[in-house]
Structures are given as structure tokens and as C-alpha cells.
């Protein structure tokens, strides 16, 4: 239940070790108030400059069953456009899935059709969504409360409970609980249904840090994610690979633009 104290010592010292990428040397940030540290995370892992990349996903279902999946991201901050494509396994090759406005768009190659999702929608038949490709939006989507510290291993992670502003809105989890390491980087996020089921776990495995040509500064993107189903068990091991920052073509977020790679 959304309140129950989750198993979390074990996972959370696996995150410890594996963290520190970024976070071993620097020096801890300043506590900041809940809905301000939600502010602070969106803005460091937000790019000025439009961005490119390939993530790679791994899945492997409760039953042993694995398979690897690829997607391509292409994204304009400033605009909020978004279009991912997936280019792997065969059979998924060219769905994609465009953003316009606050719309989100799937794009079927085999029939040629384009339907409305929501941004809840699982996509690519895996219980990844929308905002797996997306940047953080967290302050614009959540209200947030502090639930103190968890000590593992000597190091304190700070944990918040998020709220959904609209429970009827888009955001795939209607609760959210994030625990924050001494640098305020997220190390792990657990969604929730509104009745506090357990939906989804993600273990933030480690950091890459990019200095945005345009605005000048070092945005922090994440490279490694463990996620886990938590109702279905299944894992997806999601790597954040061939990132690029460059201006990209303003046809690329158009419906004709992905009709015309399947061509």
C-alpha cells in the first residue's frame, strides 16, 4: 500500500554502489523545500538545445521470455515536441508515437492509420510510457511532501511523496514516492494507482552528464534505469545511448514526416 514502508535497504545499497557516477565526489546540495526540489531536478535535466537518441530497452518477463527493444527520440524542449519511433524488434519497426500540442499520436506502419493515445498509454507492447522519453516534468505534473530521510549504507536518501495536481489528467502514476541522494539526483522512484497499489519500481542506475551547446550549462540525462512491473514482474534494464544535441528539422514532429520512413 502507498504507505507501507517498502523493502528498501537492500535495493537502495545496490543503488549506492552503483550510483556515485555522478554523485561520490560532489558535495551534498542544499536542502531545498519539496516543491522547490522538484524544480531543481526538472532544470537540470533539461536541455535548451533540441535533442537526439537511441534507448535501448531489455526486457525479461517473469517467465524467462527476453527480448530487446530499440527506439529512436527525437525532442524540441522549448516547443515541447516529442516523436519516438522504434526501430527494433522487425515486427515493431516504424510504430511511432508524435506528440502534437498536449495530443499524443500512434502511428501504425501496417496499416498506415494514425490514432489518439493518451499519455498513460503503455507503448511498443512493454509497460513503458510516454514520459520514459520525455524530460522531467515533475513540479508541472506533481504537488510534492517530504517523508524524511532513509539511512542505508551511510548514505541519507531523502524521500518525497508526489501527487498528481489532476488525478484526471496524463501523468501515468496518480502517487509517485521518489527517494534523492545527497546531490539531489533521483536513485529511485516507485508509481502508484490511486489506491496506493504499487505500479511500477525504477532503480535510477547511474548518470551521464551533457554540456548543452545552447544554453551553455551541464544537463544531467540518465543512462541506466532498472525498471520492474510490479504487478506482472517483468524487468526492463533501459539505457539512454547516441545522444545528441543539435538543432533538428522542424518537419521531423510532423504525421508525414514518419509516414515517409516506411515508404
Not at 522549448?78 to 499524443?104: C, D, M
Amino acid at each position: 500500500m502507498m504507505h507501507a514502508r517498502p523493502r528498501m535497504s537492500a535495493t537502495l545499497l545496490g543503488v549506492a554502489l552503483l550510483l556515485p557516477a555522478v554523485s561520490a565526489a560532489a558535495e551534498a546540495e542544499a536542502k531545498l523545500a519539496p516543491e522547490a526540489l522538484l524544480r531543481h531536478i526538472d532544470e537540470k535535466m533539461s536541455f535548451a538545445s533540441d535533442y537526439k537518441g537511441v534507448v535501448r530497452m531489455f526486457e525479461t518477463k517473469k517467465d524467462g521470455t527476453k527480448r530487446a527493444l530499440e527506439v529512436n527520440v527525437y525532442r524540441r524542449e522549448k516547443t515541447r515536441e516529442l516523436l519516438f519511433v522504434s526501430t527494433q524488434p522487425a515486427h515493431l519497426a516504424g510504430q511511432g508515437y508524435l506528440r502534437i500540442g498536449r495530443n499524443l499520436w500512434e502511428y501504425d506502419p501496417g496499416t498506415g492509420a494514425w490514432r489518439r493515445t493518451t499519455q498513460r498509454t503503455n507503448v511498443l507492447t512493454t509497460f513503458a510510457c510516454e514520459t520514459d522519453f520525455d524530460r522531467s516534468r515533475l513540479a508541472e505534473d506533481y504537488t510534492a511532501a517530504d517523508e524524511g530521510l532513509e539511512t542505508v549504507s551511510g548514505v541519507a536518501y531523502r524521500k518525497l511523496l508526489l501527487t498528481a495536481k489532476d488525478p484526471n489528467g496524463t501523468v501515468p502514476f496518480a502517487l509517485l514516492r521518489l527517494w534523492v541522494d545527497p546531490q539531489n539526483n533521483i536513485v529511485k522512484r516507485v508509481g502508484y494507482a490511486p489506491s496506493g497499489k504499487s505500479l511500477r519500481t525504477d532503480i535510477v542506475r547511474s548518470y551521464q552528464r551533457f554540456k548543452d551547446p545552447v544554453s551553455q550549462q551541464q544537463v544531467l540525462h540518465y543512462r541506466e534505469v532498472l525498471e520492474t512491473d510490479d504487478q506482472q514482474g517483468s524487468q526492463m534494464l533501459v539505457r539512454y545511448e547516441e545522444v545528441e544535441l543539435a538543432p533538428l528539422d522542424a518537419n521531423i514532429f510532423t504525421k508525414a514526416w514518419l509516414e515517409s520512413r516506411m515508404r
